[in-house]
C-alpha cells in the first residue's frame, strides 16, 4: 500500500516523481549509496513499485530490458555507485542495442567531500559518473538538487519511451537523497511532460515506396523491430496477403504467424526476389548476405537489380561508438517513420493501388503467392524430415527437445521468452499471436535475465512463460533462479544443455578444418563437463520444482509435462534439464 505522507526527505521527492511516471518495479542489487532512496521507496511508497532484488546488477537490468521488451512501458533500475553501474554496463549495452526503453537510476556520491566516508565513497564515487556508459544510454543526467529531480526524471523517461527507445541513465546524489526538505518541492503536471507524438513518414515518399512495391512481380518483406507494436502482426499480415509478398522475419521481433503459406523465413526467396522491403530494420546485411564462416567472406543474396525499400528509423539514433548499425545497404527508396504510424497507412496505399489491378496482373499476384506457399510447405516439409531422422538420438536432438516442448505448451496459453533452441521452436512450434515471443535473444549471458523480465510481465496473467534455456547463459547467471522462486514467477525452464559453449567449439573446428589442426581438440576450453553442472539440483536449492538430467528422448515429454502442470498449479517456477546433441 502507498502513503499518503508528504515527502519529508529528498528521496520522498524522487519515489514521488517515480511513481507519478508510472514506474510498476524497480529492479535492484542493495547498495549504501542509494538507502534513502531505498528507504523511501520501502516506506514512503510502500513498496507500491515492488523491488525485484536481484544477485548481480546485470541480471536487474536484464529484467527490465525483458520487462521492457514484453510491455513496450519501462520499469526502473537502480545499481550502486560506479561498480553497481559497471556490473550493470554490458546489461545496458544489449537493452541499447535492442532498442528496450530502461530507465536506470544510481546513487552516487555524496558529491559533498566532506559527507564522505573515508575510502568507500571516494573509490565508489566518479567525477562524471554517466561516462561509464555514455556511449550507449540514450541519455544521462545527474541533477544538482532535489527540485530538479522531477524534471529530470521526466526527461529521462520521455528519452527512454521516445522511439527508437533505449536506455537513459540518472545519478542520484546519496546527499541529496539523504538531506531532509527544508520546504516543499514543487512538482511538475507530469500529464504534460509525456513522451511527444511518434514520427510520421513523408506522404509522397511513402505513397512512392508503395508504387514500387505494388509493381514488383516478386516482392519479399523483411520485417525487424515493427512488431515491437503488438497492431503490426495483423497488419503485416494483411500487407503480405494484398500485395502477394513473402515475408522473410528476422526474428528481432515476432512479426508474423510462422505457419501462414507467405512465411518464407528459411527459404530462398529473397534471392529470387526482385523487390525488398525492410521495415524497421537495423541491420539490412544480415538476411541479405551469405556468410563463409571460415574465411569471414560475404556474397550478397540479392539478385542483380533487385529494388531495395526501406521504412524505419534509419540513421536516428545511430551511435558513433557501437557499431551496431552494422553494413550500409545500398537503397532505391528510404523513407524515415516509425512503422506503428506509418505500417496503417502503407496498408492502405496498397489496397488502393492493388485495387485498380487488371486481370493479368491479379493473376500473376496470385501465381507468385501459390509459389511462395509451396516454399514454405516445402521447408516446413523439410524441417519435419529433419526432425524425424534424429529423433530418437540420446542425448536428445535440438529438433527433438523442441518439439517435445511443443507438445506440452501447445494447451497451453504460451509466451516463449528468448531462446529458441537453436531455432527449433521457431520452426516447429506455432506462433500464431503477437504475445507468444518478444523477440530472440542476444547472446551467452542475456537470456535469463530477459527471461525473468518477461515472466515478471506476465506474472498473473495465467500464461505459461517457456524458457528454452541454454546451459552456458545459465552459467553465468545461476543465483538468477533465486529471483523466480522468490518472486513466484510463472516460468518453465527447460534447459538446452549441450554441455558446452558449443557456438565458439563450432568457430574452433571450423579453423581446424582449414588450418589442418587435430579437430577432436576443438573441445578444449569450451565443454562444460568433469563435472557437468546438476542444474536440476541447482534449482531445487533455490525453490524450485526440478528434474532431470534427462538424456533419453522418451522420457523428455512426460518430464516437461510434469514440470508445466506444476507451474500453472502454483504459479511457481519449475525446471527440466534436458542432456542435448552439441549440435
Not at 568507500?120 to 540514450?138: F, L
Not at 550478397?300 to 537489380?305: D, M
Not at 522462486?485 to 579453423?511: G, I, K, T
Request: with cysteine; hydrophobic share 40%.
Amino acid at each position: 500500500m502507498g502513503t499518503t505522507d508528504q515527502p519529508a526527505w529528498g528521496s520522498d521527492v524522487m519515489v514521488e516523481s517515480m511513481r507519478a511516471l508510472g514506474l510498476p518495479y524497480v529492479s535492484l542489487n542493495p547498495g549504501s549509496s542509494f538507502r534513502g532512496l531505498h528507504d523511501s521507496l520501502v516506506n514512503h511508497a510502500g513498496n507500491e513499485m515492488e523491488m525485484i532484488c536481484c544477485p548481480h546488477e546485470k541480471i536487474a537490468v536484464g529484467i527490465a530490458h525483458g520487462y521492457a521488451k514484453t510491455t513496450g512501458t519501462p520499469m526502473g533500475v537502480i545499481l550502486h555507485n560506479v561498480v553497481g553501474l559497471l556490473h550493470g554496463a554490458m546489461g545496458i549495452y544489449y537493452a541499447h542495442l535492442d532498442r528496450a526503453p530502461v530507465i536506470v537510476l544510481g546513487g552516487s556520491g555524496p558529491a559533498t567531500h566532506d559527507r564522505r566516508r573515508p575510502n568507500i565513497d571516494w573509490i565508489h564515487s566518479a567525477n562524471v559518473q554517466g561516462n561509464a556508459v555514455r556511449d550507449y544510454t540514450k541519455w544521462d543526467h545527474e541533477p544538482r538538487s532535489v527540485s530538479d529531480v522531477p524534471t529530470t526524471l521526466a526527461r529521462a523517461h520521455r528519452i527512454a519511451t521516445s522511439e527508437p527507445c533505449g536506455p537513459v541513465y540518472v545519478a542520484l546524489d546519496a546527499g541529496l537523497q539523504e538531506d531532509p526538505l527544508d520546504e516543499p518541492v514543487a512538482m511538475p503536471d507530469f500529464s504534460r511532460l509525456a513522451a511527444p507524438s511518434r514520427i510520421g513518414p513523408d506522404p509522397a515518399a511513402l505513397r512512392r515506396l508503395a508504387e514500387l512495391l505494388c509493381a514488383a512481380d516478386r516482392p519479399v518483406i523483411v520485417p525487424g523491430y515493427a512488431g515491437r507494436d503488438p497492431a503490426a502482426f495483423g497488419l503485416l499480415t494483411e500487407l503480405a496477403e494484398v500485395v502477394g509478398a513473402g515475408v522473410d522475419d528476422t526474428g528481432i521481433r515476432l512479426n508474423f504467424p510462422n505457419r501462414h503459406p507467405l512465411c518464407v523465413t528459411g527459404t530462398a526467396a529473397i534471392e529470387r526476389a526482385d523487390c525488398v522491403l525492410f521495415l524497421d530494420v537495423k541491420d539490412m546485411g544480415k538476411p541479405t548476405q551469405r556468410l563463409d564462416s571460415t574465411t569471414r567472406t560475404i556474397a550478397s543474396r540479392l539478385a542483380p537489380g533487385t529494388t531495395v525499400l526501406d521504412l524505419g528509423f534509419n540513421d536516428i539514433g545511430t551511435s558513433s561508438w557501437s557499431e551496431d548499425h552494422a553494413a550500409l545497404l545500398e537503397t532505391d527508396l528510404q523513407v524515415t517513420a516509425d512503422t506503428v504510424v506509418a505500417l496503417p497507412m502503407l496498408l492502405a496505399l496498397c489496397r488502393e493501388l492493388v485495387g485498380a489491378d487488371d486481370a493479368d496482373r491479379a493473376g500473376r499476384r496470385r501465381a507468385y503467392a501459390a509459389e511462395l506457399a509451396g516454399l514454405h510447405a516445402d521447408r516446413c516439409a523439410s524441417w519435419e524430415a529433419e526432425a524425424a531422422r534424429h529423433a530418437e538420438d540420446s542425448p536428445v536432438s535440438t529438433s527433438r527437445l523442441a518439439a517435445e516442448v511443443w507438445d506440452v505448451v501447445k494447451d497451453h496459453d504460451w509466451v516463449l521468452t528468448a531462446g529458441t533452441a537453436a531455432e527449433w521452436a521457431r520452426r516447429l512450434w506455432d506462433f500464431d499471436a503477437p504475445h507468444r515471443h518478444p523477440g530472440r535473444q542476444l547472446g551467452t549471458a542475456t537470456q535469463i535475465g530477459i527471461s525473468l523480465g518477461v515472466a515478471l510481465a506476465h506474472r498473473g496473467s495465467g500464461r505459461l512463460v517457456v524458457d528454452l534455456q541454454p546451459d552456458g547463459d545459465l552459467m553465468f547467471d545461476a543465483g538468477a533462479l533465486w529471483v523466480a522462486s522468490y518472486y513466484r514467477l510463472p516460468m518453465l525452464v527447460v534447459m538446452y544443455n549441450n554441455r558446452a559453449y558449443y557456438n565458439d567449439w563450432e568457430h574452433q573446428e571450423r579453423l581446424a578444418r582449414q588450418r589442418g589442426t587435430p579437430i577432436e581438440r576443438a573441445y578444449i576450453g569450451m565443454e562444460i563437463a568433469d563435472p557437468a553442472p546438476d542444474f536440476a539440483a541447482l534449482a531445487r536449492s533455490f525453490g524450485w520444482y526440478a528434474e532431470g538430467p534427462v538424456d533419453d528422448p522418451g522420457r523428455v515429454g512426460a518430464a516437461v509435462r510434469r514440470a508445466a502442470d506444476r507451474v500453472t498449479a502454483t504459479g511457481l517456477p519449475a525446471l527440466v534439464d534436458v542432456v542435448c546433441q552439441p549440435r
